[in-house]
Structures are given as C-alpha cells and as structure tokens.
C-alpha cells in the first residue's frame, strides 16, 4: 500500500521560502503524476501543482511563478519549492497521486504570518 509523508512545513514570514517534501513509499511511482494538495481552515482541499513522470508541470494561478514542483525518483521524493510567500497561503499541505488517490497522508502545516 502506499505511503505518503509529508515535511517542511514551518511558521514563515510573509515574502518568506520554505520547501517542502513528499516522500512514497511502498509503490514504484516512477513516471507517474504527483500532485501537492493544500487545505486551508473550512475550506476545501485544492490542487496546487502536478507534476507528471515526464517532468511537465501544471501550477494553480494562485501560485504559478511562486512555486515550484519537481521530483527525485531515484529517492522517490517529491519537491515543493515555495517562495514570496503569503499570508493566503497558509494551510496543511499534502501530496497524493492524482490518478488512483491513495490513503492521504498527515500533511504539513504552513503558516504564514508576521
């Protein structure tokens, strides 16, 4: 079954960076999609960016030009590089496989906050 962790998430100033990690296991996910997910307090949980097994990525408007999404199979790990960033994106953060969802993982808190 797959397994999804999550971390990096931290308490960062407005305009600040963090990068995120997504770690799978138990399941060759090579070449297939990644996605991170974001869900802000009473509010639904959204797509922020995918990643497929052939490098393209697909950003939210919200936060294209901010972040960046990016994988190392070899380690099975997927990236999320955020930057400039707002208070609008504080939220738990997952990563899942957005063609057969697996069991959701815990998912890191960002706050961003002065």
């Known amino acids: 079954q797959v397994q999804l962790v999550e971390s990096g998430g931290a308490l960062v100033q407005p305009g600040g960076s963090l990068r995120l990690s997504c770690v799978v296991s138990?399941?060759?996910?090579?070449?297939?999609?990644v996605s991170w997910y974001r869900q802000a307090p009473g509010k639904q949980r959204v797509t922020v960016a995918t990643?497929?097994?052939?490098?393209?990525?697909i950003y939210a408007d919200s936060v294209r030009g901010r972040f960046t999404i990016s994988r190392d199979d070899a380690k099975d790990t997927v990236f999320l590089q955020m930057s400039s960033l707002k208070p609008d994106d504080t939220a738990l953060y997952y990563c899942?496989?957005?063609?057969?969802?697996?069991?959701w993982g815990q998912g890191t808190q960002v706050t961003v906050s002065s």
């Open positions: 899942n496989t957005p063609v057969n969802l697996s069991p």
């Open positions: 138990g399941s060759d996910f090579t070449f297939k999609p």
């Open positions: 990643i497929n097994g052939d490098g393209t990525t």
